[in-house]
């Protein structure tokens, strides 16, 4: 399947680990220009230097707190300068900490909200002007978007919010020749997986091999995910053979979500 992503000029945020770096990695294999950022620039520069000398691309490196609004609007206008232009815009963020609702204050949810739901906007603003026909942006979310989840009860509600955003900026930014997307990480071995369990695990009185277990029980297909599974994914809908795709939800999870839609 040719995916035409060549030269393609992309930025992706929060990169400098887990599902970010598993796709700013992915893409670079694909012959894309790459910009990645971090809250640490020593992080973000360390992963872009690996995924450069592995695959050959050009890879760049920023320092971004996302939910700093104001920083998202430089980096992306220094990142469109620097590469002339972009293609695809990955937002991305940690997630707010594990917590139930009884656990958290409204300062927390401050936070939160500034994390995942203002920064998916604050990258909208920035991104929709460098972006021209045959662009693309995909959000990340969870799978508490169709099921919620109770220990995390704040990013259960704001990336919700972004889900309903992505399916907003798809049908506006449509007559532009824009797509935009929303992919759904299941339970992806990742260093944010592993913090989880191990919250979960300390919660529970038991350990995190336990809760792995027990988690992938619930799982067809009876493991946890490969983060390279998950940008395999994210790399098909951000390439040229998803060009009649824009407003879809897809789900990367092994099947363990249980809704119908």
């Given amino acids: 399947m040719e995916l035409g992503l060549t030269g393609k000029r992309v930025v992706v945020a929060a990169a400098s680990r887990g599902l970010g770096a598993a796709i700013a ?66 937002p991305n963020a940690g997630g707010p900490p594990s917590a139930f609702f009884d656990a958290t204050d409204p300062d927390d949810w401050d936070r939160a909200y500034a994390l995942t739901l203002r920064s998916a906007m604050a990258f909208a603003r920035a991104a929709e002007p460098h972006l021209h026909r045959g662009g693309s942006m995909l959000y990340l979310t969870s799978t508490s978007v169709r099921e919620p989840i109770g220990a995390l009860a704040m990013s259960t509600v704001f990336r919700a919010g972004v889900a309903s955003l992505t399916k907003l900026l798809a049908n506006d930014w449509a007559s532009k020749g824009i797509r935009v997307n929303h992919l759904i990480p299941g ?15 300390q919660r529970s009185g038991t350990t995190p091999d336990v809760v792995r277990a027990a ?46 839609v």
């Avoid at 520069?45 to 920023?62: K, N």
């Avoid at 339970?187 to 695990?201: K, P, S, Y």
């Fill in 187 to 201: 339970r992806i071995a990742t260093e944010r997986l592993d913090e989880l369990d191990a919250v979960a695990a």
């Fill in 215 to 260: 988690n992938e029980q619930a799982i067809p297909l009876g493991r946890y995910g490969d983060p390279h599974e998950f940008a395999t994914a994210a790399t098909f809908l951000v390439s040229d053979a998803a060009t009649y795709i824009t407003g879809a939800t897809l789900a990367v999870d092994g099947g363990a979500l249980h809704s119908v």
């Fill in 25 to 90: 990695r992915s893409l670079a294999q694909e012959g894309c220009i790459v910009e990645i950022s971090s809250r640490s620039l020593d992080n973000a520069r360390s992963t872009a230097t690996s995924i450069a000398s592995d695959t050959g691309a050009s890879v760049g490196a920023a320092q971004v707190d996302v939910s700093d609004a104001d920083a998202v609007q430089e980096w992306i206008d220094s990142a469109a300068a620097s590469m002339g232009g972009l293609d695809i815009v990955i």
